[in-house]
């Protein structure tokens, strides 16, 4: 098995994650693609945390790039032997997989606070801001017959769930990438790049 091949695969994967984190974070600032609710500050507080552009996103895109570059296999070696310095790459590798497991880390979690908080919203009953679904601990994405409690910004109850459980998902995917990394590289830092001269690809 070539741990480097697979790493490089990992990489490829959490590219997209990271772009696609950044894509949904983005678009929670935007509601209905509406800007004037960012301009105003009439966004959850959560949204704001910028987890999947600077969790999800920028933190995976270091891992991301870091396991990409191990193809293309320039270690130089130490003390004659090509094999040290490739498996110093590897070993290298495990560091930006758990930066890569912080930032995957903070996605979720932020992702799951505003979850459970619900959006903030103009509601027909208080005529005011408020987070009017604090209070059901998340129980209200299943209550669907009060989402209709929210009056601006249009359908933001479904823009925010849908949006917040992407990243969700994405941060989920990336993290356990990440975990996979650190078991790959500790392997192939010990092991060697690649066990023989063959690669077998096993993404």
Excluded at 49 to 62: A, D, E, R, T
Excluded at 68 to 83: Q, T, W
Excluded at 101 to 114: F, H, K, P, Q, V
Excluded at 164 to 176: C, H, K, P, Q
Aim: proline share 2%; net charge negative; hydrophobic share 40%.
């Amino acid at each position: 098995m070539c741990f480097g091949s697979c790493a490089r695969c990992v990489g490829y994967k959490l590219l997209i994650l990271a772009l696609l984190c950044i894509v949904a974070n983005t678009l929670l600032y935007f509601p209905n693609g509406e800007t004037r609710f960012a301009s105003e500050h009439h966004l959850s507080k959560y949204v704001e945390c910028l987890h999947g552009i600077l969790g999800g996103g920028f933190l995976v895109l270091i891992p991301a790039a870091v396991f990409i570059g191990l193809h293309n296999d320039d270690c130089c070696g130490c003390f004659g032997h090509d094999g040290c310095g490739k498996s110093c790459a590897m070993l290298s590798s495990v560091v930006a997989a758990f930066v890569g497991i912080l930032g995957s880390g903070y996605c979720i979690i932020i992702s799951a606070l505003g979850l459970s908080q619900g959006p903030y919203c103009l509601t027909h009953l208080e005529r005011n801001w408020i987070y009017p679904f604090t209070d059901s601990t998340g129980g209200y994405l299943f209550e669907y017959n009060k989402w209709s409690e929210c009056q601006e910004p249009q359908n933001i109850v479904q823009w925010n769930v849908t949006l917040f459980s992407i990243l969700l998902v994405l941060g989920g995917i990336e993290f356990i990438l990440c975990f996979i990394q650190i078991i790959n590289g500790i392997l192939g830092g010990l092991c060697g790049l690649c066990c023989s001269h063959e690669e077998t690809y096993v993404c």
